[in-house]
């Protein structure tokens, strides 16, 4: 496990998270200006790929995409997952079987 590349995962969580948070800005600014948006599908695959806990926090901060569904539906589904996976791997991680 001390093998594995920390620094790296740690930057793109990072990178992902903040370029979550600034795509839910833009597309509050624009929502607000009615202005074209940007699609739900994009924020959903920020989300999908590591950008959900800024998602959740944006979502608050912002009051955007709060009520909408199915958005809300599928940002839970990706959240329920993610924490799934994480566990999963946590548990192999500590039982020693592949890390």
Not at 29 to 48: G, T, Y
Not at 57 to 68: E, G, S
Not at 70 to 95: C, D, E, K, N, Y
Request: proline fraction near 4%; charged fraction near 20%.
């Amino acid at each position: 496990m001390a093998d594995f590349p920390w620094s790296t995962v740690t930057l793109y969580l990072l990178t992902v998270n903040l370029l979550t948070i600034v795509f839910f800005a833009i597309d509050k600014r624009r929502a607000r200006r009615r202005h074209w948006r940007i699609p739900e599908k994009s924020l959903l695959f920020l989300c999908l790929f590591g950008g959900t806990p800024s998602a959740y926090w944006a979502r608050k901060r912002f009051r955007h995409k709060t009520r909408k569904q199915p958005f809300s539906m599928r940002l839970h589904m990706i959240a329920v997952a993610q924490l799934l996976t994480g566990l999963g791997l946590l548990w192999l991680a500590l039982s020693g079987k592949y890390f």
